[in-house]
């Protein structure tokens, strides 16, 4: 795995794997774990099989999705500068576990379940079962997610709130990705445009956006409510 890009589609999978399994405090993610959970996700495990058809000499989809968890863990060992602030955002253990590094985030407060992620799933998961959905840190899909911030930052699009400029290095460049459109109303063949659908936000306006369901307010409707 030589090419860059397959990095930027490895990496922020990953990052969100560590999110989702993320449970005890004192615990650290293992790579087995976190290769469990990229097969095992369809869309994680869609994008890895289709890194996994460009090489040439292939062993099986599991030990290419662990090589992925591995070149992680190396271009945070020699400090690579394209992904620190991605690796800011995780701890890794002092220690090997079971031979190999393991993960957890760094602040564990964002990891956030906010309800346009949680909605889609109620008809699927027992009572309850929705609060274990931890997404919002790396979007469902995390390519749009990275390309809607790329076009409009991390800032609120509604506010202008930074967390990094508010609380300092650790949480530079946490937010909220809004979908325009809710999840509850795309269909399972949508394709997300990052620019034209997705829109940076702080919780704060996000919480506001979903106070009012069917339909949730608009970013327009949010910016008025500032302007009071």
């Not at 062993?59 to 190396?74: I, K, L, P, T």
């Not at 609060?131 to 699009?157: D, M, T």
């Not at 997300?192 to 306006?205: E, S, Y």
């Amino acid at each position: 795995m030589k090419s860059s890009w397959v990095q930027d589609i490895a990496f922020p999978i990953i990052a969100g794997a560590i999110e989702r399994l993320y449970r005890d405090p004192n615990e650290f993610v293992s790579r087995q774990k976190i290769v469990q959970l990229l097969l095992r996700d369809k869309y994680s495990r869609k994008l890895i099989e289709a890194s996994y058809k460009k090489i040439i000499r292939k062993r099986s989809v599991e030990q290419y999705a662990g090589n992925m968890v591995d070149w992680f863990s190396q271009r945070w060992t020699v400090g690579d500068q394209k992904w620190l602030r991605l690796f800011r955002k995780f701890e890794r253990s002092e220690k090997k576990i079971e031979g190999c590094w393991a993960y957890k985030p760094a602040a564990p407060s964002t990891v956030i379940v906010f309800p346009d992620d949680v909605e889609e799933e109620l008809s699927e998961l027992p009572e309850g079962a929705a609060f274990e959905r931890l997404v919002n840190g790396y979007e469902r899909n995390p390519l749009a997610r990275q390309r809607c911030i790329k076009k409009y930052g991390s800032s609120c699009f509604i506010c202008g709130f930074s967390f990094g400029a508010t609380y300092g290095q650790i949480v530079d460049g946490f937010i909220h990705v809004h979908h325009l459109v809710q999840l509850s109303a795309i269909g399972k063949k949508y394709k997300v445009d990052p620019i034209a659908d997705l829109r940076p936000v702080c919780p704060n306006c996000h919480a506001v956006i979903h106070h009012r369901r069917d339909p949730a307010y608009s970013i327009e409707e949010v910016q008025a409510f500032l302007r009071r």
